[in-house]
Each structure stands twice: as C-alpha cells, then as structure tokens.
Nanobody
Framework: QVLLVESGGGLVQAGGSLRLSCAAS????????MGWFRQAPGKEREFVAA????????YYADSVAGRFTISSHNAKNTVYLQMNSLKPEDTAVYYC?????????????????WGQGTQVTVSS
C-alpha cells in the first residue's frame, strides 16, 4: 500500500515562497516517478512538475518553470516542491502523485497513487 502525505501548504503573499513536502511510504520507490499537480476551484487538475527517482530528471509546466523547483531526497523517500515568486494564480490544492512505471508524464492518468492534497493560497 503506497501512502503519500503532503505538507507545507499555507497562506502567503504574492512574491513569497513556500516549500511543499511529500513523504512516501509502502514501497521501494527507486523505479518510480513523482509528480506534483494542482487544482483550483472550478478547474481541472493540472501538471506542475515531476521527477524521476532514478536519475533525478525533472520536468516542469511552462507556467512554473523558473519559479518552482522539484527535488527528491532518496534516503527520506521525500519529494519537495520549492515555490518562489508565487502569484495569486498559483492558488490551488496541490497534490503529490506517484507513477510506478517511472514515466514522469504530465497527464494525471499515468499516476496511480495520490496524496490527500495541501492548500496553497497566494494573496495579492
């Protein structure tokens, strides 16, 4: 049973920073890819960033490239999303997801495991 637990969300002013964490347990994750997605009210869930646990390759949505950084700490089975220069349009529930096949794709259907989400609110 894969368990993903996000933390680190909160309220921040525009231009500020937050770091989200996703603690993974229940498997050996060396072949997995981990992704961050977000969903704002009334909108579809959208890809934010992904990382391949093996090799550490990273991928970003155009809307966050240069502002957000995804990283992984293999020994802790934890994935991070460092978010800088936050904008009001970044406001959403952020979800951590795991893909056992290591694809790091942008489509949410490729991820079989999801966390419960953490709210990020950016005020203007």
């Amino acid at each position: 049973q894969v368990l993903l637990v996000e933390s680190g969300g909160g309220l921040v002013q525009a231009g500020g920073s937050l770091r989200l964490s996703c603690a993974a347990s229940g498997r050996t994750f060396s072949s997995y890819a981990m992704g961050w997605f977000r969903q704002a009210p009334g909108k579809e869930r959208e890809f934010v960033a992904a990382v391949k646990w093996r090799g550490g390759s990273t991928y970003y949505a155009d809307s966050v490239a240069g502002r957000f950084t995804i990283s992984s700490h293999n020994a802790k089975n934890t994935v991070y999303l460092q978010m800088n220069s936050l904008k009001p349009e970044d406001t959403a529930v952020y979800y951590c997801a795991a893909d056992r096949w290591g694809r790091a794709a942008s489509s949410p259907v490729t991820y079989g495991y999801w966390g419960q989400g953490t709210q990020v609110t950016v005020s203007s």
